[in-house]
């Protein structure tokens, strides 16, 4: 998609996220779930906990692709990242993440840009060749001030999702995790059945007026009045 007036970083559709996403699982290519092997140490975790909470609060990730447990984003832990094409980052606070967020997406609280506060993943892909730094929130009206100032912190190769997670959560429920994703598959369930029932309701109206019903109708008529007749001859 590309730039509008006044934005520095480009956009993505989430179709395109999708694909992004398949395309990885396809190839085998390491997400960001599945780096290393196995889950990763978190030995000295009390001594780590002041430096990973000024970054991200530790979590546990889990997706399709693999369990992850713990994941903490200030160690070098999870190894090399030469492999990963891109990293999706939610930005909006750890609870919304919880509630429903992107597979693959890692939770980045916005106000870690202002603070320079960086993952060594973020580092590791700043400004190389065909790598994706791919952002969302809530909606473009949240979203887009922070993706302009992921920009202006030297970061080029920054994409934002269309729309935010709240189209994203309408269109593709099903490529969602959290505790509510159920919630949205329900919700386009219904709206799927409730436009499928609009729809033949259209369809039986312009077949009610399509030329051939018509011609079919008076075909009816002529018969049951020739019918009509010879009962009373």
């Known amino acids: 998609i590309s730039k509008r007036k006044s934005e520095m970083f480009k956009r993505v559709k989430g179709s395109t996220i999708i694909k992004l996403i398949k395309t990885a699982q396809a190839n085998q290519t390491e997400s960001i779930y599945n780096l290393g092997s196995g889950e990763p140490n978190i030995n000295n975790q009390e001594d780590q906990k002041e430096d990973n909470q000024s970054v991200a609060s530790q979590q546990t990730a889990k997706s ?8 903490t984003y200030a160690t070098d832990m999870l190894g090399n990242l030469s492999d990963i094409d891109f990293i999706i ?3 909006r606070e750890e ?18 840009i202002s603070r320079d506060k960086f993952t060594h993943q973020l580092i590791m892909m700043k ?5 994706m730094i791919i952002l969302y929130h ?12 992921f920009f202006q912190k030297g970061f080029d190769h920054v994409y934002f999702l269309s729309g935010g997670i709240e189209d994203f959560a309408k269109n593709y429920p099903d490529h969602l995790e959290g505790v509510e994703k159920e919630k949205y598959v329900n919700m386009k369930k219904a709206r799927d059945r409730q436009a499928k029932i609009v729809e033949d309701k259209k369809n039986l109206k312009k077949s009610q007026y399509h030329p051939c019903a018509q011609v079919g109708t008076l075909v009816m008529l002529k018969i049951c009045l020739i019918c009509f007749m010879v009962v009373l001859l």
């Open 64 to 71: 399709n692709i693999t369990n992850v447990t713990a994941v």
């Open 89 to 91: 980052l939610d930005l």
């Open 95 to 112: 609870c919304d993440y919880e509630r429903i967020h992107v597979k693959e997406a890692i939770n980045f609280p916005a106000v870690n």
């Open 127 to 131: 400004n190389k060749p065909g790598k």
């Open 138 to 149: 809530n909606d473009e009206r949240n979203g887009i001030p922070y993706a302009n100032n």
